[in-house]
């Protein structure tokens, strides 16, 4: 690697001390400093998505490109992609991630065949591999790219159109091959295409179905190939279709269940994703982990006042304290990670606005984990939370919560005890401890 593409950048380091306006440096993302027994850099895990920040132009619905990259002509040469990936790497190393994630039509162009397609492949992770092997960053996980192309429109797994259903299998049979190459640690599974628009020409029953197979199959050919990483499905309640199959958290858990895949899958989160569900930031983190399916985190957050997913870079720390609570409770996300599924504003056109954005997350969820690990510490909230439940440990509550009481029994618990004790909940009060910590 050259160093040609961020020369006016050097290394970020961690300088606590630095002035306000310094934004170059992390003022609180210590990569080497223990929290609860572990280095930051673990509990973290950062990675950099590499279709935001080294394919991202800024265009959008209502406006061209803004963004221009010395090391993008913007063309789809084989030459220009190695570009991209070298300069990937190189921001990579300089900013002092681990990890990065790609799909696959990031990082190598498709060709007009299936077959020349997985040379492109072939030929691009070569050099991902060398630049992996001399930087020693790795792969947190990759994905296919299943809703861009055309032939998608009206699904990948879930296509009415069988043919379209083995292209996009086939996609994927390369998807695992090359995550097997680079080493991934994870596999993600994001169904953008994967819902409908109108009931009227849809059969639910056929497409969910389906949709299960096709992950069965991908499961089979994984233990075919020896590939050791976690598969990962990814919610979103909507966009780019009307509604997705795999809305939220509780949804997919239920579809991996029916279709007994739970014990294969896991879920990697993205909060912008749960917001556009209905439900608060961490909501699906937390209720994911709580069914022991949480796998890994796609960390960005998105605007509340707009309905769709605008990706941005998370800097909120009281949202980034709630994630890291429970990822602590859950003792890490690994082989999982904090993916920046974001980027940067279509304004944001300097190439330093790439290293600001990740450091400002990057120091955001490094004050939410010392938070949250205060948290944990101190105990006073896990003390009021076990309190709140108290009355499930002893007497008839340990009946009920170990499923030995039935409806008799609880009418005969009534007419004994009369009317239950109003318990306040104490919402305030707990909100109020939490942001003492904040």
């Not at 059969?203 to 990483?229: P, Q, T």
């Not at 279509?346 to 969820?365: C, P, Q, V, W, Y």
Request: contains cysteine; negative net charge.
């Amino acid at each position: 690697m050259t160093g040609q593409y961020f020369q006016d950048v050097s290394r970020i380091i961690f300088n606590p001390d630095a002035e306000v306006d310094d934004t170059l440096c992390f003022k609180f993302y210590n990569a080497t400093e223990v929290i609860l027994g572990r280095p930051m850099e673990e509990w973290l895990r950062f990675s950099v998505c590499f279709w935001h920040s080294f394919r991202g132009t800024g265009a959008d619905p209502f406006g061209q490109a803004t963004i221009r990259r010395s090391w993008d002509d913007g063309s789809e040469t084989m030459e220009n992609y190695k570009r991209r990936l070298e300069a990937g790497f190189e921001f990579f190393t300089k900013l002092g991630v681990k990890y990065w994630t790609f799909h696959d039509r990031d990082i190598s162009p498709e060709g007009p065949t299936l077959a020349m397609t997985n040379r492109n492949l072939d030929e691009m992770t070569d050099l991902a591999l060398n630049l992996q092997r001399q930087t020693g960053i790795q792969l947190l996980w990759n994905t296919c790219n299943l809703f861009a192309h055309p032939r998608y429109a009206n699904g990948a797994a879930t296509n009415p159109n069988a043919h379209v259903v083995a292209y996009a299998a086939a996609q994927v049979k390369k998807g695992l091959e090359i995550g097997r190459k680079l080493g991934a640690q994870n596999f993600v599974f994001w169904g953008g295409r994967e819902g409908y628009n109108s009931l009227l020409n849809t059969d639910l029953d056929i497409e969910m179905s389906n949709m299960a197979n096709f992950l069965r199959m991908a499961l089979v050919y994984k233990k075919k190939i020896g590939f050791e990483g976690q598969l990962l499905i990814e919610p979103k309640p909507k966009e780019p279709t009307r509604h997705q199959y795999d809305y939220d958290a509780q949804t997919v858990t239920s579809f991996l269940r029916q279709f007994n895949l739970q014990n294969d899958f896991k879920l990697n989160i993205e909060p912008n994703h749960t917001t556009l569900a209905g439900h608060g930031y961490e909501h699906d983190i937390v209720m994911a982990s709580t069914l022991g399916m949480l796998g890994s985190i796609d960390a960005n957050t998105g605007s509340p006042d707009l309905g769709w997913d605008t990706d941005q870079f998370p800097m909120d720390i009281r949202a980034c304290t709630a994630v890291m609570l429970q990822v602590i409770r859950q003792d890490g996300v690994q082989p999982g990670g904090l993916n920046f599924d974001a980027k940067v504003r279509r304004e944001s056109t300097n190439a330093k606005d790439l290293f600001i954005a990740h450091i400002g997350a990057m120091d955001s969820f490094a004050r939410g984990l010392r938070n949250a690990a205060k948290i944990i510490e101190d105990g006073i909230m896990s003390k009021h939370l076990k309190a709140r439940y108290i009355s499930f440990e002893s007497g008839f509550g340990l009946k009920i919560a170990t499923g030995h009481a039935d409806l008799q029994e609880c009418e005969e618990y009534v007419h004994q005890q009369g009317e239950p004790e109003a318990i306040s909940g104490q919402q305030e009060h707990c909100e109020a401890i939490f942001n003492r910590y904040l």
